[in-house]
């Protein structure tokens, strides 16, 4: 006769005595068994922790919001550390009345819920001219989606008052690296929010507390942090971040700039490098993340063999435009090598582009905007490596 599994024949000790009360800790956190699901960093990318980035888990997750404690983190000088009652927000420029806005002001707005995604336009850049990085952290994770709590950018441009030549905006972060750049007056007035919560609670001081702005679906590097001023003018600004970075170098020697929106794109993110097979052959959980800075995501095809063939994954969960988008497909794996892909189509018929398409259009000079199908290679094992297939 088999002797028993243990687990269900003995007592075990969480059954056998109590646990900590309810006041063990007055905020929460993961269950200690989940301590590897982080933020990681590459620190050989950049020269120094304060100017860098650590990519969100994706691997490790589910749905379509990720964690506060989880969001990817990017500075350029570092995390301002704000008290509230010390933030101001001024409006100044080509308006009737500059005015200045306390927190306690900009709560007496009416303020809107919005989920979105903020993906950095660097992220995949070091992906463009082959597979570099091992796991979807890495090749992918400069993305999070939270339900944002702010108010928008319109009511505060009515009350200062936008003079007929305001044509741009010019947004301002209050930290070291003091990260400035230009948005056009029509984005400001459609969509973008001044948000102080996030996922419910205060924005965390990485991610901009105690204000920040939404840019929905255009680039991470204009959602400005420790957000402190807003000018409007006539004409874009020029500054850093939007000639000598955040532009993309052509083959001919030409920069594209002014490429604002996030293009269509997925990844599955298991199985991933971080994320391998270990269960063998048989029914299979294949789950991955769509999302477009265009709108919302009408489809997502997955592909076992490379790219030859296509079969259409299930969208799970809320669809909202500017956000992620959860996918799965359930497969029986035969316990052969797969060739994992997929590839999104937005709802304006954007389809994603295989990474040979995107390096065709615009060359191998660029960082930025790489929004090309991803290869992974699952091996008869379950291991899984990142490639390209040509
Ligand atoms: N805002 C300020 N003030 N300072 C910064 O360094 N980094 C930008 C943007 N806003 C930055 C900033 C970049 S490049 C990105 S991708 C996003 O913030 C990252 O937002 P997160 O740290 O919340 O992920
Ligand atoms: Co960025």
Request: net charge negative; hydrophobic share 35%; aromatic share 8%.
């Given at each position: 006769?088999?002797?028993?599994?243990?687990?269900?024949?003995?007592?075990?000790?969480?059954?056998?005595?109590?646990?900590?009360?309810?006041?063990?800790?007055?905020?929460?956190?993961?269950?200690?068994?989940?301590?590897?699901?982080?933020?990681?960093?590459?620190?050989?990318?950049?020269?120094?922790?304060?100017?860098?980035?650590?990519?969100?888990?994706?691997?490790?997750?589910?749905?379509?919001?990720?964690?506060?404690?989880?969001?990817?983190?990017?500075?350029?000088?570092?995390?301002?550390?704000?008290?509230?009652?010390?933030?101001?927000l001024m409006i100044n420029g080509l308006v009737d009345t500059p005015l200045v806005f306390t927190m306690e002001d900009l709560k007496r707005f009416p303020r809107e819920n919005r989920v979105y995604f903020l993906e950095c336009a660097a992220n995949g850049g070091?992906?463009?001219?082959?597979?570099?990085?091992?796991?979807?952290?890495?090749?992918?994770?400069?993305?999070?989606?939270?339900?944002?709590?702010?108010?928008?950018?319109?009511?505060?441009?009515?009350?200062?008052?936008?003079?007929?030549?305001?044509?741009?905006?010019?947004?301002?972060?209050?930290?070291?690296?003091?990260?400035?750049?230009?948005?056009?007056?029509?984005?400001?007035?459609?969509?973008?929010?001044?948000?102080?919560?996030?996922?419910?609670?205060?924005?965390?001081?990485?991610?901009?507390?105690?204000?920040?702005?939404?840019?929905?679906?255009?680039?991470?590097?204009?959602?400005?942090?420790?957000?402190?001023?807003?000018?409007?003018?006539?004409?874009?600004?020029?500054?850093?971040?939007?000639?000598?970075?955040?532009?993309?170098?052509?083959?001919?020697?030409?920069?594209?700039?002014?490429?604002?929106v996030m293009d269509v794109k997925s990844v599955i993110t298991s199985p991933s490098p971080q994320a391998p097979v270990t269960h063998g052959k048989g029914p299979l959980v294949i789950s991955g993340l769509a999302w477009s800075g265009d709108g919302t995501i009408?489809?997502?095809?997955?592909?076992?063999d490379g790219g030859r063939n296509w079969q259409q994954a299930r969208i799970d969960g809320p669809s909202l435009p500017k956000a992620l988008h959860r996918f799965y497909l359930d497969i029986n794996w035969d316990g052969s090598d797969l060739l994992l892909q997929?590839?999104?189509?937005?709802?304006?018929?954007?389809?994603?582009?295989?990474?040979?398409?995107?390096?065709?259009?615009?060359?191998?000079?660029?960082?930025?905007?790489?929004?090309?199908?991803?290869?992974?290679?699952?091996?008869?094992?379950?291991?899984?490596?990142?490639?390209?297939?040509?």
């Amino acid at each position: 006769k088999a002797a028993g599994d243990p687990l269900i024949t003995e007592i075990q000790d969480w059954n056998r005595y109590l646990g900590e009360g309810v006041d063990a800790a007055p905020y929460g956190s993961p269950s200690e068994f989940e301590a590897h699901v982080v933020r990681r960093n590459v620190p050989w990318l950049t020269a120094d922790p304060v100017s860098s980035i650590n990519f969100t888990p994706l691997h490790e997750l589910d749905g379509i919001i990720t964690p506060n404690g989880l969001c990817f983190e990017r500075h350029h000088g570092g995390t301002a550390v704000i008290n509230p009652a010390e933030h101001r927000l001024m409006i100044n420029g080509l308006v009737d009345t500059p005015l200045v806005f306390t927190m306690e002001d900009l709560k007496r707005f009416p303020r809107e819920n919005r989920v979105y995604f903020l993906e950095c336009a660097a992220n995949g850049g070091m992906e463009w001219r082959g597979a570099q990085l091992n796991g979807c952290q890495f090749t992918h994770g400069m993305i999070h989606c939270v339900v944002y709590t702010g108010v928008p950018l319109r009511y505060l441009l009515e009350e200062a008052g936008v003079k007929t030549n305001g044509k741009w905006l010019l947004a301002e972060g209050a930290d070291a690296s003091a990260m400035t750049r230009s948005i056009p007056m029509e984005k400001a007035l459609d969509d973008c929010l001044v948000a102080f919560k996030m996922n419910g609670e205060a924005l965390r001081a990485e991610q901009g507390y105690p204000l920040r702005l939404c840019v929905p679906g255009w680039e991470g590097n204009m959602w400005v942090k420790w957000l402190r001023r807003l000018e409007v003018g006539d004409e874009p600004w020029h500054q850093r971040e939007e000639t000598s970075k955040y532009t993309d170098l052509l083959a001919s020697g030409k920069a594209r700039r002014h490429t604002w929106v996030m293009d269509v794109k997925s990844v599955i993110t298991s199985p991933s490098p971080q994320a391998p097979v270990t269960h063998g052959k048989g029914p299979l959980v294949i789950s991955g993340l769509a999302w477009s800075g265009d709108g919302t995501i009408k489809r997502v095809d997955v592909s076992i063999d490379g790219g030859r063939n296509w079969q259409q994954a299930r969208i799970d969960g809320p669809s909202l435009p500017k956000a992620l988008h959860r996918f799965y497909l359930d497969i029986n794996w035969d316990g052969s090598d797969l060739l994992l892909q997929s590839r999104a189509i937005d709802d304006q018929g954007f389809v994603q582009p295989t990474k040979n398409e995107l390096r065709s259009a615009r060359g191998e000079n660029s960082i930025y905007h790489n929004n090309g199908i991803q290869t992974w290679h699952v091996n008869t094992d379950g291991v899984v490596e990142n490639v390209e297939v040509s």
